[in-house]
């Protein structure tokens, strides 16, 4: 007889967001008339660039056409055309990554979720608390020890390595999601030497780069010394480009990264990732590939710059608002995520449907991203100019 | 220190198809001027259908506009305008399949390996040997206890069911990859038994459905009874469409689909893929969702009929060819892939090296596909007419 993999029962039943939709539909049927504004999930309004539609346009017509019909990749790592192109944007800021090592996937939730196929079972795995919610599920689904790094006021939520603490893969994400704080270049080497010391792996998520605005902050690990031998980075076009309905993104393994197998061998981990890749992924369809390739041109990187810097704006609407109101929070300055302490000592949950039911505003309750975000809420500034600023009113209107 | 996962050692180093691509290139960059006719890897040459560029460019379109763009899809099992239109086609042979069982993915291929993440480690696998080496290598990559079924000349290369075998999940694929060989409605209906007496799960792929042209050939394992208590399908428009560049197909998982958990409760398998895809997967590029959309119109039928049909022409060019040389073969009827025996009594490996060398034709060894391969190899029918043409009169003028 089958057996299921009994780690999914000891799991939440639903992916936060999910929970947070079914939430909002609930309320929504019950109450027609309300006009919700969404600030929950991190997906962005603003439409995708000209360069990219009429790129994705041109690819549809060429697989239309025998003479220019593509079929399978033969890697399916992505076509080389786009593997430049992403390398060629790291080293525009200083970041040492090479084309092959670059491998094209359709989002970065894929890979950071997928790459826990190429580790061995018995790793104990280091996740900042709060984390987006795929770090941790995708581990405890296949069984592995999770603990966890604090992030709190006491740090400004950026949790920093303890010495003491012995972790084999790390899971860092900066421009921190949910908590929009963004590490410095001397906290990143921190975390690489703690990393290089102990033989570990950091698994490094940068999809929020593009919100970096000050120059000295870091948008890959790979512009730390040292990241080269123990880090792997996953990036997205989903925020950077509002690639989220086109979905597109990047992940990158050095080629010095290797780790001893109990046989002695040096292995690849790019190596095993390709075998893993090549049994399970067969590559991103081309019309989306050829999108990408556009957002890395000049034309694209100026067609986002607007849009980012729209979101930006919201961004400062948001903190504004929590300034005026004297409400503590990280993220909103190089950050499309703005990390509030709940008015009156409220819990997540609570506040959550406070600002459902009593401004129809939707939010994500931080006790979904950790046992440090309970008491803590977060909003984006991935909404429309208007909304936001509506938001914001109804908001302060709120009696706590 | 990190381990690795060390399953990985002892599979072999490179996925079959990407083995031959190395071949190919060493041969072809020693011999530049070789005219090389690819019928290796089962990809398709003819372009994607009008109806299916038409409904990615408007989609592309929607993209680029503020009021119609969209971006995460709310529970990223697919729109149910594409879910409702795949179970609209089901019906339409007689398989008993509701929208709400159909989740949208990238190609049959990520679901045949991923799936993997919902069982237990302590379960048997049972797969046909000869077969897709996805079902293997994403099983051993996991640890898991691989065993197999023969397929062989005595039974026409369509393994069946062992009762004194004792498995608990089983891999078929009908129309075959790589032998070409179906299955009846009866000998299906003998797998679904065995598996429904012994409580286990059948992962059907059915990639290669479209190319059934019997009317009593099953093209879904939903259309034998029991099979809604015991089976997952997975289908692709990669072969149907030409989409192998585009990348899109669906699993459908019954709602009647439900293993005993070891603490007694009755757990239902959609809902455990639904939670591993909801933390590891973000949906298919909605561009390519709408011309997937426009594939199951009837306009949309109409024009990738005449593809199929061009393809089963090919395969007949291919089939008669053999007759013709008295060469044993199966598949070729119901099906794009040619299984024949190496002539000459060779091995697989050495009659594709003679077949690259002396006529500039690819092919797959069938030692690639497991133990019953070795002696045989495949030919595929998705080629261009002329290139199928000339590729048979190299073949017949080899000596052997």
Same mark, same amino acid.
């Given at each position: 007889? +089958?057996?299921?993999?009994?780690?999914?029962?000891?799991?939440?039943?639903?992916?936060?967001?999910?929970?947070?939709?079914?939430?909002?539909?609930?309320?929504?049927?019950?109450?027609?008339?309300?006009?919700?504004?969404?600030?929950?999930?991190?997906?962005?309004?603003?439409?995708?660039?000209?360069?990219?539609?009429?790129? /994705?346009?041109?690819?549809?017509?060429?697989?239309?056409?025998?003479?220019?019909?593509?079929?399978?990749?033969?890697?399916?790592?992505?076509?080389?055309?786009?593997?430049?192109?992403?390398?060629?944007?790291?080293?525009?800021?200083?970041?040492?990554?090479?084309?092959?090592?670059?491998?094209?996937?359709?989002?970065?939730?894929?890979?950071?979720?997928?790459?826990?196929?190429?580790?061995?079972?018995?790793?104990?795995?280091?996740?900042?608390?709060?984390?987006?919610?795929?770090?941790?599920?995708?581990?405890?689904?296949?069984?592995?020890?999770?603990?966890?790094?604090?992030?709190?006021?006491?740090?400004?939520?950026?949790?920093?390595?303890?010495? %003491?603490?012995?972790?084999?893969?790390?899971?860092?994400?900066?421009?921190?999601?949910?908590?929009?704080?963004?590490?410095?270049?001397?906290?990143?080497?921190?975390?690489?030497?703690?990393?290089?010391?102990?033989?570990?792996?950091?698994?490094?998520?940068?999809?929020?780069?593009?919100?970096?605005?000050?120059?000295?902050?870091?948008?890959?690990?790979?512009?730390?010394?040292?990241?080269?031998?123990?880090?792997?980075?996953?990036?997205?076009?989903?925020?950077?480009?509002?690639?989220?309905?086109?979905?597109?993104?990047?992940? +990158?393994?050095?080629?010095?990264?290797?780790?001893?197998?109990?046989?002695?061998?040096?292995?690849?981990?790019?190596?095993?990732?390709?075998?893993?890749?090549?049994?399970?992924?067969?590559?991103?369809?081309?019309?989306?590939?050829?999108?990408?390739?556009?957002?890395?041109?000049?034309?694209?990187?100026?067609?986002?710059?607007?849009?980012?810097?729209?979101?930006?704006?919201?961004?400062?609407?948001?903190?504004?608002?929590?300034?005026? /109101?004297?409400?503590?929070?990280?993220?909103?300055?190089?950050?499309?995520?703005?990390?509030?302490?709940?008015?009156?000592? /409220?819990?997540?949950?609570?506040?959550?449907?406070?600002?459902? %039911?009593?401004?129809?505003?939707?939010?994500?309750?931080?006790?979904?991203?950790?046992?440090?975000?309970?008491?803590?809420?977060?909003?984006?500034?991935?909404?429309?100019?208007?909304?936001?600023?509506?938001?914001?009113?109804?908001?302060?209107?709120?009696?706590?």
């Amino acid at each position: 007889m +089958v057996k299921i993999n009994e780690n999914f029962l000891k799991m939440q039943k639903n992916y936060l967001f999910i929970e947070i939709a079914k939430r909002v539909t609930a309320f929504s049927q019950a109450h027609p008339e309300a006009d919700i504004i969404r600030m929950g999930i991190g997906d962005v309004t603003m439409p995708i660039a000209p360069v990219a539609v009429e790129a /994705m346009k041109k690819a549809a017509d060429e697989l239309g056409v025998k003479e220019t019909f593509r079929g399978y990749e033969d890697s399916g790592a992505g076509y080389d055309f786009l593997r430049e192109a992403v390398a060629g944007y790291y080293q525009s800021f200083g970041a040492d990554v090479k084309a092959d090592e670059v491998r094209i996937n359709d989002g970065a939730k894929s890979d950071c979720g997928n790459i826990v196929d190429i580790f061995g079972d018995g790793n104990t795995i280091l996740i900042t608390d709060p984390a987006y919610p795929v770090y941790v599920d995708t581990n405890l689904m296949s069984g592995r020890k999770v603990i966890y790094a604090d992030s709190n006021e006491q740090n400004g939520f950026a949790a920093m390595p303890d010495e %003491s603490v012995d972790a084999d893969i790390i899971y860092l994400c900066s421009p921190n999601n949910p908590t929009g704080s963004v590490y410095t270049k001397d906290q990143l080497k921190a975390w690489v030497d703690y990393a290089v010391k102990r033989g570990s792996v950091i698994i490094f998520d940068a999809a929020y780069e593009a919100f970096v605005s000050e120059e000295d902050l870091p948008r890959s690990i790979f512009q730390i010394e040292g990241a080269r031998k123990c880090a792997i980075e996953m990036c997205s076009l989903s925020k950077t480009a509002g690639f989220t309905g086109v979905r597109c993104g990047y992940t +990158v393994i050095p080629s010095e990264l290797t780790v001893k197998a109990s046989d002695g061998s040096e292995v690849s981990l790019a190596q095993l990732w390709n075998r893993r890749e090549g049994s399970k992924f067969n590559g991103v369809s081309y019309p989306v590939q050829r999108a990408a390739e556009a957002i890395f041109t000049p034309e694209g990187q100026e067609q986002i710059r607007v849009n980012i810097d729209y979101y930006r704006e919201n961004a400062k609407i948001i903190s504004s608002t929590l300034d005026e /109101m004297g409400i503590y929070y990280t993220g909103g300055k190089n950050s499309p995520y703005i990390w509030l302490k709940c008015p009156g000592g /409220m819990g997540s949950w609570e506040f959550f449907d406070k600002l459902l %039911s009593e401004a129809n505003v939707v939010g994500t309750p931080g006790a979904g991203f950790g046992k440090n975000g309970e008491g803590f809420f977060r909003l984006t500034a991935f909404g429309d100019r208007e909304r936001t600023k509506e938001a914001m009113e109804r908001f302060k209107a709120l009696k706590f």
